[in-house]
Every structure is written in C-alpha cells, then in structure tokens.
C-alpha cells in the first residue's frame, strides 16, 4: 500500500503524485506547488491547492496514518506503507498558511555498476571501495538532502559477502539488501502509550545480536558515539550516511553528533576516536539534476596538537 491512502484528500495534484519521474512535490503555504522532476526543481503552474482545502486534507492524512496534526501539535512527519514520507506544518508555526511535502520513495534500486555507467560513479573508485569493503573498512557518505547518499550505500553494500550477517537500523526504512542473512531494526516516534525507541536504543542493543556488519542508515545524534564504541570494539565493515557539505565537514558533524551524547569526553580525545574508526569518507552532490560522487578521502591520522586531520585524497571529480 502507498499513495492510495492519500490519494482521496488530494485530489487537485493526483496526476502530480501518481507520477513515477516526479520524486518531490511540495506545496508552499501560498498555495504554489513546486516539484522535482528527475533533479529538476520546477513550479507547477497550473496548479494551486487553496488553503481550506489543504488544511483539512493534511487532517485526514493525517489520521489516515494514525497521528494528529491541529494547533495545538502543528507538525506532522510521517511515512506511508511503501516508505514514501509526508511532512505538514500548520499555522502558526507555517507562515502564510499550510505546508505540504510529499517525497516518494522508489523501489528501484541502483547497482554499482549501473551507477558507474551513468557517470555517479567512477571505475577507480568503485573499484577502491569494493576493496575496502572486502577489507571491513568502515566508510562514511556524505552529502545533502536528495543527492543519493542511501541509493550508493545500498549499491556498495551488495558487494558484502553473502556469509555474513548485516544488520541494518533506520529511521526509516530505505536500504534494501538482498542478502541471506540480514536483520532489520528500524526506529519509532514516541506514540500515545508507547515510548520512543531511538536510533541510539538500536544501536546499543545491535551488538547484542552478533551483527558482522552495521549498516545505519543516517548519523543524526548521540548514536555517534555508541556507533564510534563499536567500531573501536572490533565491530569494522560499517557503512553509514551522514549530512555533510564535504568530505573534510563529515568529520566536524560526527564529532557533534557524539558531543550529543552528553559523555564525558575531551574534545580531542572524541576526534581521535574518530579517526582510529573511520577509515574512509566518500562525499557525494548534486548539481543541475546530476547525482555523483565528488570526493573519496582516506583518513590518515589526528594531530590533537594542532587539531588537525591527515587525509589522503583517493580520488577528486574533476
């Protein structure tokens, strides 16, 4: 099940929704909708969905997806059966009235060798990762929102051997692996009557579940350093995404995220732990509707005296 369940309160952009080369559509507090078209951000001009009509199809979405959305609890974030995602913010935190995004998910999955024929991907670094992999490196991707950071982990992970166990923990759920021996833990949203069971509750409880590989899906909070105890534990062959705008910028955002852990460790003593840990970081943008890899870069070393990484650059996109 997916958009069928939407579909009854949006009427005015069922074409927009039921669109495979549309992958985003999000409707402004004005009423303009605007939607991405194979990375293309563009208006939909004939389009416009009046606020009285928005407002009570976010409500019904809403409940149609077992939560709430009013005054009172103004944002609503939530995911359909398929994976696709739905996010609404109401007056007054929306300015100028309801906001609408709609961004789907695609079942189709890219392979390696797909992404290197399509120009995401280089030969040289695919084949430089396909090592590490073999090597249990532990590689973290970067990039922003939208330039594919899942679709390559997802295309990287399929060359993991098919005699391990991987154990993959999301938010959401988005990787698809087809391996023999894979365990999924995703996380929930504190509920009525039901507690909230973090990324940081999974990471702690996958070690106890004999994982050859983790596979987390983005590295938002605290789970950074629980995931940092792991891989220094003898838990390597990681794959992990992060938001980052460069490779050399993954690194200061993973040493927030552990600083949100609230443990009590020297700065330089968490950047050093970083370092021992990671051994590869791959960046990844989009620029005019192209998704592709920028950057690969080998972490070398910490120097705490000048609070400075060395990096080796394995490649850099031209």
Do not use: W
């Not at 077992?66 to 609404?88: H, K, M, T, W, Y």
């Not at 109401?90 to 189709?108: D, E, V, Y």
């Not at 590869?280 to 005019?288: K, N, Y």
């Amino acid at each position: 099940m997916g958009f069928e369940l939407i579909l009854p309160f949006l009427r005015p952009i069922e074409a927009l929704i039921l669109d495979n080369h549309i992958s985003e559509i999000m409707v402004n507090g004005s009423g303009r909708i605007f939607i991405e078209r194979n990375g293309e951000l563009s208006e939909v001009a004939d389009s416009r969905l009046t606020e009285k009509n928005l407002q009570v199809a976010v409500r019904n979405i809403a409940r149609a997806l077992g939560d709430e959305i009013n005054e009172a609890q103004p944002l609503l974030d939530s995911r359909l059966p398929d994976g696709s995602r739905v996010a609404a913010i109401m007056p007054p935190c929306s300015i100028g009235g309801t906001t609408l995004t709609i961004r789907k998910f695609h079942s189709r999955q890219f392979t390696a060798e797909e992404l290197v024929r399509i120009g995401s991907l280089a030969p040289d670094a695919l084949q430089h990762l396909q090592h590490a992999i073999a090597e249990r490196q532990n590689i973290l991707i970067s990039g922003g929102t939208g330039t594919g950071k899942t679709t390559l982990l997802n295309a990287l992970a399929a060359s993991i051997a098919d005699q391990e166990r991987i154990v993959i923990i999301e938010d959401t759920a988005e990787i698809q692996l087809d391996k023999p021996n894979v365990v999924r833990f995703e996380a929930r949203r504190e509920q009525p009557g039901l507690p909230a069971v973090t990324i940081r509750n999974l990471v702690r409880a996958t070690l106890r579940h004999r994982p050859d590989r983790i596979l987390l899906g983005e590295v938002r909070g605290g789970e950074a350093f629980d995931l940092l105890q792991a891989l220094n534990t003898g838990h390597s062959g990681t794959l992990s995404t992060i938001h980052a705008n460069s490779a050399q910028q993954a690194i200061a955002r993973l040493t927030s995220c552990v600083l949100q852990a609230g443990v009590e460790l020297p700065y330089a003593a968490i950047r050093s732990n970083i370092a021992d840990a990671v051994n590869l970081l791959l960046h990844i943008e989009r620029r005019q509707g192209r998704r592709y890899v920028a950057e690969l870069l080998e972490v070398e070393s910490y120097d705490p005296a000048n609070d400075k990484y060395e990096f080796t650059t394995i490649y850099r996109r031209a």
